[in-house]
């Protein structure tokens, strides 16, 4: 590995794994003077501080960092303190800082966190765990969906699911069904428009049925009924309406 730094006068201590005991009089074997700064081939271990302005490899050389335990980079101020930090150790790479960003060689921002909130700045967040991902609160995105031919489910296995929008919430299924189960109660509401059922057909499969007009009847034409409170029921057709003769339904 080569290496060119441009150092401060500070005393450092340097210690080459290559042989010093022959060389030029412009540095110490491969450890040279140049007007670029220090000149260095080969491997070299520092066993003090090194304070340089820049360190860089040679041209289409990459440039390493190793450690026995982890590689520190500070950027201080101008009264020593720190203001980021990047740790890599054998654990984990942590970073500290006011904000953190990733960004592409154009400049665009593709994901940045600070105290306040984390931003996704790609066009599309994936998620590949089996899993999912677990929101412990809020999420606000203008589009949810799954990879084509995938299903997507959206679940809170012991709290509730709140979906909430000021100009309103559309699900669609283009190829497929749509599928709404509850223990309890399903509630439709509308405050202050209307609610539309648009198919050509609509089946209420399992509604009450009153009793029978005639014990001797057969037929299977039915009146749908509402009670005072919104519920439906059937009651079976006759010359006229026989809601009011099942009103016990209601009860």
Same mark, same amino acid.
């Given at each position: 590995?080569?290496? /060119?730094?441009?150092?401060?006068?500070?005393?450092?201590?340097?210690?080459? @794994?290559?042989?010093?005991?022959?060389?030029?009089?412009?540095?110490?074997?491969?450890?040279?003077?140049?007007?670029?700064?220090?000149?260095l081939e080969g491997d070299s271990e520092f066993l003090k501080p090194l304070y340089a302005k820049e360190i860089r490899s040679r041209p289409g050389n990459p440039l390493y960092f190793q450690s026995a335990r982890n590689v520190t980079?500070?950027? $201080?101020?101008?009264? @020593? #303190?720190? $203001?980021?930090?990047?740790?890599?150790?054998?654990?984990?790479v942590e970073a500290h800082s006011q904000k953190f960003e990733v960004k592409t060689l154009s400049g665009k921002l593709l994901f940045s966190a600070d105290d306040n909130e984390v931003v996704v700045g790609a066009e599309r967040l994936?998620?590949?765990?089996?899993?999912?991902?677990?929101?412990?609160?809020?999420?606000?995105?203008?589009?949810?969906? %799954?990879?084509?031919? #995938? &299903? *997507?489910? $959206? &679940?809170?296995?012991?709290?509730?699911?709140?979906?909430?929008?000021? #100009?309103? /919430? &559309?699900?669609?299924?283009?190829?497929?069904?749509? #599928?709404?189960?509850?223990? @309890?109660?399903?509630?439709? +509401?509308?405050?202050?428009? +209307?609610?539309? *059922?648009?198919? %050509?057909?609509?089946?209420?499969?399992? $509604?009450?049925?009153?009793?029978?007009?005639?014990?001797?009847?057969?037929?299977?034409?039915?009146?749908?009924?509402?009670?005072?409170?919104?519920?439906?029921?059937?009651?079976?057709?006759? %010359?006229?309406?026989?809601?009011?003769?099942?009103?016990?339904?209601? *009860?």
């Amino acid at each position: 590995m080569g290496w /060119i730094s441009k150092m401060p006068q500070e005393q450092y201590a340097h210690r080459s @794994t290559m042989q010093t005991s022959e060389g030029p009089q412009d540095g110490m074997g491969n450890l040279r003077i140049t007007d670029k700064g220090l000149k260095l081939e080969g491997d070299s271990e520092f066993l003090k501080p090194l304070y340089a302005k820049e360190i860089r490899s040679r041209p289409g050389n990459p440039l390493y960092f190793q450690s026995a335990r982890n590689v520190t980079v500070n950027i $201080l101020n101008e009264k @020593t #303190k720190v $203001l980021t930090r990047l740790v890599t150790g054998p654990q984990a790479v942590e970073a500290h800082s006011q904000k953190f960003e990733v960004k592409t060689l154009s400049g665009k921002l593709l994901f940045s966190a600070d105290d306040n909130e984390v931003v996704v700045g790609a066009e599309r967040l994936r998620v590949l765990g089996a899993e999912g991902t677990v929101f412990p609160k809020s999420i606000e995105t203008p589009n949810v969906r %799954a990879d084509p031919f #995938k &299903e *997507l489910r $959206l &679940e809170s296995p012991t709290r509730a699911l709140v979906m909430e929008a000021p #100009k309103g /919430i &559309e699900i669609n299924a283009e190829a497929g069904s749509l #599928k709404a189960t509850c223990r @309890t109660e399903l509630r439709l +509401e509308s405050k202050d428009g +209307e609610i539309t *059922l648009n198919s %050509a057909k609509i089946k209420l499969p399992n $509604l009450p049925q009153g009793s029978s007009s005639s014990a001797g009847s057969r037929q299977k034409i039915y009146e749908l009924c509402v009670c005072p409170n919104g519920r439906l029921f059937l009651s079976q057709a006759g %010359a006229s309406s026989t809601c009011q003769i099942n009103t016990s339904v209601c *009860l």
